[in-house]
């Protein structure tokens, strides 16, 4: 089939980019003709909280994207538009997570589809957003109404979605494992590399730190943790898209300086298998969530997690198993902190994980979107 997915690539950093590069590589590996359609401009500089939106390195060479809109020219989407519709893609493919990019995702979703021959799918990572704002019901109405169905990795987000349409096929398909970054490397080694002392037990934040995210909440938690393990250490691993220094404080009072090791920067592609290698728990106390690819990632190196009971992050570990499922609260954290130390030679976490990841191949994910393609053709020859 001719399928094009429009949203975050190369040279843009981050999950979304890993994502679209991920799946777009898939569909080649299953014969499929594939264009990726990303962003001449993605956020205006102000707009964007981090020091870059560009990774290092160079493009991938087995992908074909095509850098062609801009998210605050109209002009841009309006050439798109047309110009897809005129190459009459089978299925169009956008990856929607932010209000802010409905005015130009939905524009070219509206000029493609009048050529009655493109079926207009999104994949939704969320359908609300994490952190509201003016406008966010309308930007989203107006996004969904232009689509022809939709693929979700929450129940959450599943209902989400059906409250502002429920008159197109949706699949619910969870977020396949991030196996692209490499294999596990030998512990001490991953340790050497970022100058860490093998001596201790690591626990792992990863990701970029917002407020939802709730690192607030580890960090407080993680206070407890020391007086019960003293061999424990806190990794936090990944850029910070608000002010660290509240952050920074709390680590001072709390009498953690010399336990949390911060990495505040960009996490590049080739060094997430030395911070999973390295640890020994993956912590995501998020406050609010939908689904997140640090636990795909967690799953792909076979650690064990804790997270929290919010969104669909329930979900995707098993509780008891794979980690806990804990509430968002730093009393709970911890007390499943604790439980891990004492339980993780008498629980077989590591064989409960590799059973439970292979529910997450990126070929169901591509035969998902195969089977809404289907669904839509079907429900447009029924309407006939």
């Not at 095509?66 to 089978?90: C, F, H, Q």
Request: charged letters at 25%; aromatic letters at 14%; proline letters at 5%.
């Amino acid at each position: 089939m001719k399928i094009t997915i429009i949203g975050t690539a190369y040279p843009f950093r981050g999950g979304l980019a890993a994502f679209n590069e991920r799946l777009a590589r898939q569909f080649l590996s299953e014969r499929h003709d594939i264009t990726i359609i990303t962003f001449t401009t993605q956020y205006p500089s102000f707009l964007f909280p981090g020091k870059t939106q560009y990774r290092i390195g160079q493009a991938p060479e087995d992908l074909l994207i095509e850098r062609k809109i801009s998210s605050v020219n109209p002009l841009t989407w309006i050439k798109a538009g047309r110009e897809l519709k005129k190459k009459m893609p089978d299925i169009l493919i956008f990856k929607y997570w932010l209000p802010f990019m409905s005015p130009c995702f939905s524009t070219i979703a509206r000029l493609t589809r009048a050529n009655k021959h493109t079926r207009i799918i999104s994949i939704f990572d969320n359908v609300i957003p994490h952190e509201k704002h003016p406008g966010d019901y309308f930007l989203t109405k107006l996004f969904i109404n232009s689509i022809d169905g939709a693929l979700v990795m929450s129940e959450s987000v599943k209902n989400n979605l059906i409250k502002f349409r429920n008159d197109i096929p949706v699949l619910l398909n969870p977020h396949p494992l991030f196996d692209n970054y490499g294999n596990q490397i030998e512990r001490n080694e991953a340790l050497k590399r970022l100058g860490l002392d093998p001596a201790f037990n690591y626990i792992l934040f990863f990701g970029f730190v917002r407020p939802y995210k709730g690192l607030d909440l580890l960090i407080k938690a993680f206070k407890w943790v020391r007086e019960e393990y003293t061999e424990s250490r806190l990794i936090v691993a990944g850029e910070f898209y608000e002010d660290e220094k509240p952050y920074l404080k709390m680590i001072e009072k709390e009498g953690l300086k010399n336990y949390v090791f911060l990495f505040n920067r960009f996490i590049n592609d080739d060094e997430v298998a030395c911070f999973f290698s390295s640890c020994d728990l993956v912590v995501q106390p998020y406050k609010n969530a939908t689904q997140s690819g640090v636990t795909q990632i967690a799953y792909h190196f076979e650690k064990p997690m804790i997270v929290t009971d919010t969104g669909g992050l329930r979900e995707m570990v098993p509780d008891g198993k794979c980690g806990y499922v804990v509430r968002p609260d730093p009393d709970s954290i911890a007390e499943s902190i604790i439980r891990f130390f004492s339980e993780r030679d008498s629980v077989d976490f590591v064989s409960f994980i590799r059973e439970e990841k292979k529910k997450y191949s990126w070929d169901k994910m591509t035969a998902g979107i195969l089977d809404i393609y289907r669904k839509i053709s079907e429900d447009d020859l029924n309407k006939k």
